[in-house]
């Protein structure tokens, strides 16, 4: 069973980077129909864009809240100790 996992899992791994590899080009090709962005810039307009996506997407959209919770202190539920603005409940 294991050994079918560690076949499996490479295999995961290269379809993921052509599907990512396949985006960037279709972002790429896109600048330059779309947004009539210069040959020369589109690389640099992809990487900028995709990085200010990331930020973007890590970014919390209320960063005060959550860190105001995480203040007051984890209570235990279960095994793991969990912020009280979580959306899991506990049984008392």
Do not use: D
């Not at 980077?17 to 960037?24: F, M, N, Q, R």
């Not at 962005?37 to 990487?47: K, L, M, S």
């Not at 200010?52 to 995480?70: G, N, Y």
């Amino acid at each position: 069973m294991l050994a079918g996992a560690t076949l499996l899992l490479p295999v995961m791994a290269i379809v993921a980077t052509v599907g990512l590899c396949h985006s960037l080009f279709l972002l790429w090709v896109g600048v330059r129909r779309v947004l009539n962005v210069p040959r020369g810039a589109q690389a640099e307009f992809v990487g900028i864009s995709v990085v200010l996506l990331t930020f973007v997407s890590v970014s919390s959209a209320r960063p005060q809240a959550r860190w105001a919770a995480l203040k007051k202190g984890p209570h235990r539920c279960g095994p793991f100790p969990m912020p009280r603005s979580s959306v899991f409940t506990c049984q008392r």
